[in-house]
């Protein structure tokens, strides 16, 4: 929110304090303020040397100072043609001091060339020769110095000036026509110079979404005090209680309606100060009915709405026209004032008459009611709207306006009835329109505003400060809590603008923090906690995930982190099936009721996918890619809320290594790359009995080359290369892509206790036996008979070499394998070779092996 210092000095006294100095206080109080912006006003040493943009006090500052000397409220007394230019003309202008002759070639006082002597003069802003402004003709912001020169014949030394020029907004088209108050020879600076404080309002500080709000937390942080807005109209004519009614179907909702009515307005523009106010804010002037409303929601905080009065009244038949709230049908329509046509859900809430919808509740309104020139009654709406609704609908319809900014985050019921007033009061100020008497007010569900109790114990035992009774209540009374104070408690009652305060030990909370940011963070000492640490306790589980991504890291691979957000069509890809053809359906998913965008519609149900997702974006970077991530997947489970699954996903691609100067080229990764990888990872974990077992069965895995990971007959995982129709659904090089998926719970069941091995105190012995099988015959089966039957005493086994050709037999393989025999004592030859025999024979037996000789 953009907020003009000008504005906020007249609800509280900032003399004596610097730009900076506001902002940082108003920082440390939660209020965060982005960017100084000066329009005019003096900036600080520091700020004007770099003049455009610089940083103080750890704020980013920029825009322009005007020099009081060259920079003044001028009048323009004539327009004159220009000798040899009809786009150009000549302006006799007195300046406070002297008559001067200005070239412009400004569009709107050409209506105003060569008709004599002006009736009123029109007061302008008057940059003299020398003055620093922006020029008004480049892109962006650019500093330029009033020179002498000549242009089409007519000496030019001095301008008057358009709102690009010195700062104030983008628009450039015209000069700038000051109201007719405005004192002529007065410094520029001191009429309309302003600095706006660009300030972040977070979702717990919605009270103060409004220059009222913002002057009420400064006025407490500096302890002056607050002046509040005073509300004075005249009223005429019927009262407005007889002409409309109101309905409210859900006070939950709606807690509040109030309409106000203006007759006999006229649309024309507001005051100058006004419009430049709005544009400092960061809004743009429309006309002064609905620069009325936007002025009044800045000042206070209530979102206000305007309805052309006579199209209601023609749309009731000439009856009393009825207002109504309630939710909006399913596929209901509205076309809202941004001339989009929406589709309407049961979650929206409608405003209404009796002939259909008008407005979308809280966010924006409808453009068949919408107030246009030829207006001439207004019936004004100011309303409390469920924040968590109105958030929905904003975020449903992509719809963000300053109404839903504000509604989104709170605002109390208490404002409509001011906020409504507020609205009449400017709108019949600038019109020329007459109020009617009264206003319509429904208000079914006051909030309660809660009383909290809170002591100077509490103070000092979660603030760590000493206050007495009357401190606190002193310092919750500047912002407004109604305190009474009975021996050391303090009874803070909630002031009716505030949504935040809970109750309960959650009020004292809330409570206690304003305490703490009015009597300063950084004001707090740093002191020792004295309470009681609570026992520390671990989460083996994340634990066991931290164990699980070193050893990963270790590996070699590089962790991804992905949203948990996906659409099903991104998942359908992992499918060898078509395009077209029938996968997981849409209701197979967990939606998410407020998507922020539709590619993150349902939560995800395939991690792999996600790693798949990021493998394709990143592999034209590298020559070799390996990834994973550890996350969960989301299971539907009917209405309950969705089974959360943790997997763990790798995909790896590429080369072996990368080029180098020492490696001119490398071989592609394959299937055993990843298998390597897997066996690593789980002999990290010194999980026991884990073997590789060829598979089919996994839809998006190359047949023939998948194989499940199993530990003690339980499957843990699945690994292998990616099929080839999956592989064409995405923009992979022409390597092989390889991935896995683990199921994290059944790999933690998996592991067990294991027991530490003493170093031997005697030589191993070593030998080497090479066996010649069947082709069908997978290492695997080998490896397990040999340690069966090798027992205690055969330590490690390790297959060093495998061998096909003529010499052993179409058919046939040469398996290689190192045995290591270890006892308590050192074995001699006759009992290795013992050992040796028993497994060649078994393997005879069973598998038809022979040895090689």
Known sequence: MKVPLSWLQEFVNID???????????????????????????????????MHSSIRHEFKTSGISWDKEKLVVAEIREVLPHPNADRLVLCELYDG???????????????????????????????????????????????VTLKRAKIRGVESYSMVCSEKELGISGEHEGIIMLDDDAPVGMPLADYMGDAVLDISILPNMGRCASVLGVARELAALIDRPLKKPRIQYQTEGSPIGELVKIEISDPELNPRFVLGLVRDIEIKPSPYWVQRRLRLAGMRPIDCIVDA???????????????????????????PVVISTRAAR???????????????????????????????????????????????????????????????????????????????????????????????????AWSGGKVAPGLVDEYPLPPKDPVVEVTPHDVKRLL??????????????????ECKVEGEKVFAQTPPIRMDIGEGVVGLADVLEEVARLYGYDNIPETRMSDELPPQAGNPVNEWEERLRDQLVN???????????????????????????????????????????????????????????????????????????????????????????????IAMTGQREETAWDVKSSSMMDFYDIKGRIERLLSGFRLADVSYVPTDSVPYLHPGKGAEVQVSGQVVGVFGEL????????????Y??????????????????????????????????????????????????????????????????????????????????????????TLTDSEAAAIRNKIVRRLENELGAKLRS
């Open 555 to 649: 590996l070699g691979l590089q962790e991804v982190v992905s949203y948990r957000m996906t659409y099903p069509e991104r998942e359908a890809r992992l499918s060898t099936a078509s395009a077209g053809s029938e996968t997981l359906r849409e209701q197979d998913y967990v939606r998410v009721a407020n998507p922020i965008a539709p590619e993150k519609s349902v939560l995800r149900r395939s991690l792999l996918s996600s790693v798949l997702d990021a493998l394709e974006r990143n592999v034209h970077l590298r020559e070799g890619l390996e990834l994973f991530e550890i996350g969960p997947i989301f299971e539907p489970s009917g209405s309950d809320l969705p089974t959360e699954i943790t997997r763990l996903a």
């Open 97 to 143: 001091t002297e008559e001067q002759t200005v070239l412009t070639g400004a569009p709107n006082l050409f209506e105003y060339k060569g008709i004599g002597k002006l009736p009123r003069p029109i007061k302008v802003p008057y940059a003299k020769e020398g003055a620093q402004i922006y020029d008004g003709h480049q892109e962006g912001q650019v500093l």
């Open 736 to 825: 092989p892509v390889l991935v896995a998926e683990f199921d994290l719970a059944s790999m933690r069941a998996a592991e067990s206790e294991y027991e530490l091995k003493p170093v031997p105190a005697v030589p191993p012995v070593l030998e080497d036996i090479a066996l010649i099988l069947d082709e069908s015959i997978p290492a695997a089966q080998v490896e397990a008979l040999i340690r069966q039957t090798g027992g205690k005493v055969l330590t490690d086994v390790k297959l060093f070499d495998v061998y096909r050709g003529e010499q052993i037999g179409t058919g046939k393989k040469s398996l290689a394998y190192s045995l290591t025999y270890q006892a308590e004592k």
């Open 16 to 50: 004596g304090l610097s730009v900076e100095e506001i902002a940082k206080k108003l920082t440390l109080a939660g209020l965060e303020v982005d960017e100084i912006r000066y329009v005019g006003w003096p900036m600080s040493e520091d700020a004007s040397q770099g």
């Open 464 to 481: 760590g400060i000493e206050l007495s009774a009357q401190e606190i209540a002193e310092m919750l009374g500047r912002i407004e809590f």
């Open 330 to 428: 399913d596929g209901e329509k509205l076309t809202t004032l941004d001339d989009v046509k929406r589709t309407l859900n049961p979650l929206n809430v409608l405003v209404c008459d009796e002939a259909g919808s008008l407005s979308l509740a809280g966010v924006m309104g409808g453009l068949e009611s919408e107030v246009t020139e030829e207006t001439r009654n207004v019936l004004l709406e100011g309303a409390a709207w469920n924040f968590i609704n109105i958030r929905r609908t904003a975020f449903g319809h992509n719809l963000h306006s300053e109404a839903s900014f504000r509604f989104s985050r709170g605002v109390h019921p208490a404002l409509a009835k001011p906020g409504v007033q507020r609205g009449l009061e400017y709108m019949a």
């Open 293 to 319: 409303t936007n002025y009044a929601m800045l000042e206070l905080g209530e979102p206000l709405h305007a309805f052309d009065y006579d199209t209601l009244v023609k749309r009731a038949g000439d009856k």
């Open 723 to 734: 099929h080839p129709l999956v592989k064409d659904k995405y923009e992979f090089e022409e």
